[in-house]
């Protein structure tokens, strides 16, 4: 939930850092997206990698973010979010230095795993410690708006990247994603030791894929797949027909995606988790279906904007269904594999697209449409599964 305030009141009266989390957030993302921009330039221009190769070390670092989730998850309900959020912004760091010193391809890919991972317990930490002082009528609403940190940062890192390459050196980039977790790791650290929500009742045995997050992880990977799809293959796709505005493809689903994040994260409070994921599922699906059958621009750009809005409600959506099925105590642990879920859809989305590439690279948005009408099955096959958790008795 955005304010002015430097510090977010929960209804429990605890003070939360929210703006100082969001903005560690936003600068260990910026620091993934700006490395993302020129890695594919330096790994083969300076260390002699191949198409594959380069890729690789481009994708690591988004791989070592997705597997690091579920144990930051885990580690934070543990030991608290503020302690997993420090940690990763130190594992940042030490990746940012890493790339200074890498000399050969196998040291740069090390650091693009301690980089990746740590921007991944950044915002499990964080996250998971704005949620637990949140009530659940306003979770779905302040996990989208808090989210915005990550895409953001994404989004303005390859910018600063570039803009750094264009006067100085890589070095100079790689220094710079060495101070950015630094920065972070200061923001995080300057806040006070957060206050811990008891757990009461519970015998729980932590996992590192709660049950509560079962159903809605496996909607996620799903659902996700468009987003993969639509990276890998939406530029190319208007270029083929020609599209007079096919620069702006991105910037339309872009636009359409915060927008839509910052504006509806709320709806799923409103109206209900399930509710508005499965009608977020359908939105995508018609979307990604446009895509595959228009070859009209002003349509194609519509169905873009679709897609983009039914994607960036799953999140706040799937925030709703597990905070209220997770047991308390495994609450974190369930947030980061939802998002893992999510990064493995997006992960597989543009090779599985690559294989059913057509005519004008229109089949791949046909997979992205029936994958997400897939991801309504999990849900709607045992919608009691999701059940509110109630803590049991004390004997």
Same mark, same amino acid.
């Given at each position: ?115 990746? &991972? ?112 639509? &990276? ?114 997006? &992960? ?42 109630? &803590?049991?008795?004390?004997?």
């Amino acid at each position: 939930m955005l304010q002015r305030s430097p510090d977010r009141q929960s209804e429990s009266g605890v003070a939360v850092p929210y703006w100082r989390l969001w903005s560690a957030c936003f600068l260990g993302f910026g620091a993934i997206g700006m490395t993302m921009q020129v890695m594919p330039a330096y790994a083969h221009e300076q260390l002699g990698a191949n198409a594959i190769t380069a890729g690789l070390a481009v994708t690591i670092g988004s791989l070592a973010t997705m597997f690091s989730r579920p144990i930051s998850g885990r580690l934070a309900d543990q030991s608290g979010g503020r302690r997993v959020a420090m940690a990763g912004a130190i594992l940042g760091l030490i990746g940012g230095i890493g790339h200074v010193l890498a000399t050969n391809l196998p040291s740069l890919l090390l650091a693009r795993l301690f980089l990746g &991972a740590g921007e991944g317990a950044l915002f499990t930490g964080s996250v998971g410690w704005i949620l637990t002082h949140t009530e659940q009528s306003q979770r779905g609403k302040v996990a989208g708006h808090f989210g915005l940190s990550m895409w953001m940062g994404l989004a303005s890192g390859p910018m600063l990247g570039t803009a750094i390459l264009s006067i100085s050196t890589y070095r100079s980039v790689w220094i710079a994603a060495s101070i950015i977790p630094t920065i972070a790791w200061v923001l995080v650290a300057s806040t006070r030791p957060e206050d811990r929500v008891s757990s009461v009742g519970t015998n729980v045995r932590r996992a590192l894929f709660p049950r509560a997050a079962w159903l809605p992880g496996a909607s996620g990977v799903f659902s996700s797949i468009g987003y993969g799809v639509i &990276a890998a293959f939406l530029v190319p796709h208007f270029a083929a027909l020609d599209f007079a505005g096919q620069n702006f493809a991105l910037v339309v689903f872009g636009v359409a995606f915060m927008m839509t994040r910052f504006l509806g994260s709320g709806y799923a409070d409103r109206f209900g988790g399930r509710r508005v994921l499965l009608s977020a599922f359908l939105i995508e699906s018609i979307g990604l279906a446009g895509l595959y059958v228009t070859h009209i621009e002003w349509l194609a750009f519509i169905s873009t904007a679709l897609a983009a809005a039914g994607l960036s409600l799953l999140i706040p959506s799937v925030t709703t269904l597990v905070t209220e099925a997770a047991d308390p105590r495994e609450r974190t642990a369930a947030l980061g594999a939802v998002t893992s879920a999510w990064d493995l859809g997006t &992960a597989v989305g543009g090779p599985l697209g690559g294989l059913v590439a057509g005519t004008l690279d229109a089949g791949p948005f046909a997979l992205g449409a029936v994958a997400a009408l897939i991801a309504i099955a999990p849900l709607a096959i045992n919608p009691k599964s999701q059940r509110a958790f109630v &803590a049991p008795k004390e004997p």
